[in-house]
């Protein structure tokens, strides 16, 4: 039962533009959120998270938008660089409860083009 | 400060065999976590240990299996390997208030 989805297996875009990542999740107690990048033959890397009570963060170049009504949320990475390109996994768990488990999409492939 | 290692990055078994994976997360991290990907399922959560317990656990047959020792370092068991084990298989450390994870590079299995 998947209860994180990643509906786009695959994301390309120009370099400098702005790259939307989606993801979509089932259960409405999930209550934190968060997104990882991943590089051939690295683990994930922890990229930016955000929590129930909030609708938007921000670092640097990248902002998450969640939209709890909808279960749905985003990453935008803008401006992309050729760097970006790596396999997106957004995850959501419940803080109050299961400590460490994190659901997880199946991820996003982003190729950032010249 | 070192990452999360794991240990080895590579193996290769027969169906019906089993493997030991090993863990060893940062140091100070008391949570070891760890999850099966496989292409396009993503990150498939096991089970997670902290101070030694198993405090969660995923839906994955009792083939798999884990424990945790006293100074944080994590073992995965698969006994009677499957085909469909072939993954790679990630380990993540953290505080264990459940806000971050750090990942380890991941253990390649592959059954043949």
């Known amino acids: 039962d998947q209860q994180v989805k990643q509906n786009s297996p695959s994301l390309s875009v120009q370099e400098g533009r702005i790259s939307i990542l989606n993801c979509d999740y089932t259960n409405s107690m999930f209550d934190y959120f968060l997104w990882y990048k991943k590089y051939p033959a690295e683990g994930p890397t922890f990229l930016i998270s955000i929590s129930s009570i909030k609708d938007k963060n921000e670092d640097g170049r990248f902002t998450v938008f969640l939209n709890k009504s909808a279960k749905h949320l985003s990453l935008h990475i803008v401006p992309s660089q050729p760097g970006d390109s790596a396999v997106y996994f957004c995850a959501a768990t419940f803080l109050t409860d299961s400590w460490g488990k994190f659901q997880f999409g199946a991820g996003t492939q982003v190729v950032v083009t010249p | 400060k070192a990452g999360v290692t794991q240990t080895p990055r590579y193996l290769i078994k027969t169906r019906g065999q089993q493997v030991t994976l090993s863990c060893s997360p940062i140091?100070?991290?008391?949570?070891v976590s760890w999850y099966q990907q496989t292409p396009g399922q993503g990150l498939q959560f096991l089970f997670e240990y902290f101070s030694e317990t198993q405090r969660n656990k995923g839906n994955f047959p009792g083939r798999f299996s884990g424990r945790q020792f006293s100074n944080s370092r994590s073992e995965m068991n698969v006994s009677t390997l499957e085909l469909g084990d072939s993954a790679l298989y990630l380990c993540?450390?953290?505080w264990g208030d459940g806000y971050e994870q750090f990942f380890g590079p991941g253990t390649r299995l592959t059954v043949l």
């Open positions: 993540a450390s953290s």
């Open positions: 140091s100070g991290h008391r949570s």
